[in-house]
Each structure stands twice: as C-alpha cells, then as structure tokens.
C-alpha cells in the first residue's frame, strides 16, 4: 500500500523570521534620531547623515557628559 503525501503545515508565526524581525524593531527603536518642529508646531524628523542632525546628537551627547559629571555618575 502506497503512503500518502504528508499534508502541509500551516506557517508558524513565531519562527525564526519573527524573532530576527523582533531584533531589528528593537535594534531601530534604540538609534538615536533627532525630531524638530517646525513654526506651526509640526514635528519633521532628521535623516541621520544630515549635518544638522549630527550636530544636534553632539549638543545632547555633551549636554548629557556634562549632567553625569555634575551628579557623580
């Protein structure tokens, strides 16, 4: 008697591609980026190789060494 064919599964959500996919959200949600507003109160956000953005995250990094060294972290 001949076997039948194996009936496919249906696609697991939580596989491998899933779990990549998950470290990549968090990976992107931890980069630092940098939002202005505009006049009318409009937030834009920066492109990260934009010379005013790579200014801007200098500032808050010297601004942020300055705080640490003044409460002794």
């Given at each position: 008697?001949?076997?039948?064919?194996?009936?496919?599964?249906?696609?697991?959500?939580?596989?491998?591609?899933?779990?990549?996919?998950?470290?990549?959200?968090?990976?992107?949600?931890?980069?630092?980026?940098v939002t202005v507003r505009d006049?009318?109160?409009?937030?834009?956000?920066?492109?990260?190789?934009?010379?005013?953005?790579?200014?801007?995250?200098?500032?808050?990094?010297?601004?942020?060494?300055?705080?640490?060294?003044?409460?002794?972290?």
């Open positions: 008697m001949a076997r039948l064919p194996r009936r496919p599964s249906a696609p697991r959500p939580y596989g491998m591609g899933a779990v990549a996919a998950g470290w990549t959200r968090r990976r992107e949600a931890r980069a630092p980026r006049a009318s109160g409009q937030p834009r956000q920066l492109a990260a190789d934009d010379p005013r953005s790579q200014a801007l995250l200098s500032a808050a990094e010297h601004v942020l060494l300055a705080a640490q060294r003044a409460s002794g972290a």
